[in-house]
């Protein structure tokens, strides 16, 4: 059973900080990881994905890969009170199909 | 961009209906997904389909069926609606980034 394990949260940062969200998966043979956002009631949005080793930033936000410890993280810089979603990692391995976690609940205060 | 549309953003239903849900993709994918999410959950794959006409039963399909008959459409059928099929069902369109549609919450009373 492939799993992918974030916690829940929430995870509440003050603006203008870093929020640094965590996913952990245990298929070692996952090759590709993606992050999405998800704001109260509505669908899931693609922010970011990462295949390789190490980190990959786009404006704000930085993915990081290890996957000797199998873990992928997403840092969103300057964080603002529009950040305020939830979080998923979903983690696939090769052709399968993703799996998602449940997410981590993000609380950006003014 | 990409656009996923779903037919309807909130559906309410009674036991024993006989549902539909419809999603269409305006991007040409060939793969197309149905899920559910619910609170402490997290997204869970039901249907999926890789070409019209096929499909492929995801982790929870028992009370579900889909149809596909052209590429940009794909139907999620509940054959008799029941009150644990209470939920947040999204589309999502294409293999590796996934996207996703608006989502229907439904709900089976």
């Known amino acids: 059973q492939k799993e992918v394990e974030q916690n829940s949260g929430p995870l509440s940062v003050p603006e203008g900080a870093i929020a640094s969200l965590n996913c952990t998966y245990s298929d070692r043979g996952s090759q590709s990881f993606f992050w999405y956002r998800q704001y109260s009631g509505k669908s899931p949005e693609l922010i970011m994905f990462i295949y390789s080793n190490g980190d990959k930033e786009d404006g704000r936000f930085t993915a990081q890969l290890n996957k000797a410890s199998q873990y992928v993280s997403l840092l969103i810089r300057d964080s603002q009170p529009s950040d305020s979603a939830t979080y998923l990692c979903?983690?696939?391995?090769?052709?399968?199909?993703?799996?998602f976690g449940r997410g981590t609940s993000l609380i950006v205060h003014p | 961009d990409v656009k996923v549309t779903q037919s309807s953003r909130y559906l309410v239903k009674r036991t024993g209906e006989k549902v539909f849900l419809e999603c269409v993709q305006d991007m040409d994918h060939e793969n197309m997904f149905w899920y559910r999410q619910d609170p402490g959950l997290g997204l869970r794959l039901i249907y999926f389909s890789y070409d019209v006409k096929m499909k492929e039963k995801g982790d929870i399909p028992e009370g579900y069926s889909v149809s596909r008959e052209k590429k940009e459409r794909f139907s999620l059928i509940l054959e008799s609606a029941s009150t644990n099929q209470t939920s947040m069902y999204l589309c999502?369109?294409?293999?590796?980034?996934?996207?996703f549609g608006p989502g229907t919450r439904l709900t089976v009373t």
């Open positions: 979903a983690v696939r391995r090769g052709s399968y199909i993703p799996t």
């Open positions: 999502a369109s294409n293999w590796y980034e996934q996207y």
